[in-house]
């Protein structure tokens, strides 16, 4: 049997300052080597000053009062967030012995930055992958899976066309040699959201205004992220946890099943793993506004310098976020204006990675539009960022509309053979806490195994 490397703990993920110190420090210089295993230890929000990587917004950027936090994923391994839960779950099931090394290819459905995310960490725990994904997204997505050594197997469709993909999962399956790390379904990526980005969110907050949480919004792909607000809820009790759909593609909040183009995020279901429980709002973001605000921060920092951004602050911007990124700001000032937040509040939300993977939805954008000049790009940013509206934000605190979640779940989930029984279990906090806490249970055991093999 092949020697497999293990990684880190769920809590040296959020704390790295924690990790054995000759380790902590082979893996930072191992940063340029990403292909390193080493890299296993990189997984963290954290910087080398086991600081968040975080940026607040300039106002001048966002047109509130409150700060805008956002957290940035591009710094973690292979630049996207989703490498944690992929490597959660990975990591869980090599403890429970549901996957082992030499015998079992590792499956991946995925829009794009959880396929990447597998892929990568695949390469560097030395099993084969597979990575199921609808054959229209983004160009830079399936370059980098096939450049971490994952096959593709593409399915109809674009970001809206998910489901295709886990019923494909579903089929290779039955073969007996494949595990699927299902992110729409599978705890660990709960629980790495709940614990890393959680706490980082509640750490990122101690020396920015009133040093709490008003207002964690996120966009739903598997609703991983959205685990971050169980979490700040404990700490916030005070704090709205807001999902964030595009407007096209409605499903939490009415149904829809539209097309869209914020690659990541709005999937067609309400997500196994998502806690409607801890979900106040639900907010819609245009498609459009999320690409055209896209391409104002990376090709045009001289309209961000005329409305008050310094050089310095226009051009730091330019390769920080992805679509779904300016999807989440959109989202955070949207509901900054709705819940009438003032200076000194805070409003964090996650910038999943950065524009590295994006060139060519710019391009396209650049073909579907007549005109790119200066003085589009100002009305386009003064509609996108200043003008963003509190329409389109549902209210779902309610008894009838944790029912209709409830249901839309049942709806998703019944015909992927789990039972009522279990998605009843998800109506209680009960569920959700007991999960959070077999944390403890896998990191006492990640380090047991892990001292036989480093």
Not at 343 to 356: K, L, M, P
Not at 431 to 438: L, P
Request: aromatic content about 8%; charged content about 30%.
């Amino acid at each position: 049997m092949p020697k497999v490397p293990f990684g880190p703990t769920y809590d040296e993920m959020l704390h790295p300052s924690t990790i054995d110190p000759k380790i902590r420090e082979k893996a930072l210089h191992a940063k340029e080597d990403e292909l390193d295993p080493i890299n296993l230890f990189n997984i963290t929000w954290k910087n080398e000053e086991n600081e968040v990587n975080k940026i607040v917004l300039p106002k001048a950027l966002t047109g509130v009062d409150a700060n805008i936090v956002v957290l940035l994923g591009k710094y973690f391994p292979s630049g996207s967030h989703k490498v944690g839960p992929a490597y959660a779950t990975l990591i869980e099931g090599c403890v429970d012995k549901d996957i082992v090394p030499g015998k079992h290819t590792i499956l991946g459905p995925s829009t794009g930055n959880f396929g990447i995310g597998v892929s990568y960490i695949c390469n560097l725990m030395k099993y084969d992958s597979i990575v199921i994904m609808p054959d229209n997204m983004s160009k830079e997505r399936y370059d980098r899976i096939l450049r971490y050594g994952a096959k593709l197997d593409l399915t109809p469709g674009t970001e809206s066309d998910v489901i295709l993909t886990l019923e494909r999962t579903y089929e290779l399956k039955k073969n007996p040699d494949y595990r699927s790390l299902a992110q729409f379904e599978l705890l660990p990526n709960y629980r790495f959201h709940r614990h890393v980005t959680g706490n980082s969110a509640i750490e990122a907050v101690k020396n920015v205004g009133n040093g709490r949480i008003a207002c964690f919004a996120s966009a739903p792909g598997s609703a991983g992220t959205l685990a971050a607000g169980d979490q700040i809820k404990k700490a916030f009790p005070e704090a709205k946890i807001v999902a964030l759909e595009p407007y096209e593609c409605s499903t939490l909040t009415n149904g829809g099943r539209g097309q869209h183009r914020i690659e990541g995020i709005g999937d067609k279901m309400c997500t196994l793993i998502h806690n409607v429980l801890n979900t106040d709002f639900i907010a819609l973001i245009k498609d459009e506004d999320s690409v055209r605000g896209l391409k104002i921060i990376h090709d045009a920092p001289q309209i961000l310098i005329e409305h008050g951004l310094t050089p310095k602050a226009a051009e730091d911007l330019r390769e920080m976020f992805g679509v779904s990124s300016i999807c989440n700001i959109i989202g955070a000032i949207k509901m900054a204006k709705y819940l009438r937040l003032s200076e000194g509040d805070n409003v964090v939300t996650i910038a999943t990675d950065g524009f590295d993977r994006y060139n060519s939805v710019i391009e396209d954008l650049n073909h579907r539009v007549l005109e790119t000049e200066d003085f589009v790009l100002r009305r386009w940013f003064k509609d996108i960022f200043y003008k963003t509206s509190i329409e389109d934000i549902e209210d779902v605190r309610t008894a009838e509309s944790k029912e209709r979640l409830f249901k839309q779940k049942e709806n998703d989930w019944l015909k992927f053979n789990y039972s009522i029984d279990y998605l009843n279990q998800m109506r209680q906090m009960k569920f959700w806490d007991e999960e959070y806490e077999k944390i403890h249970h896998y990191d006492q055991m990640i380090k047991e195994m892990r001292g036989k093999d480093l």
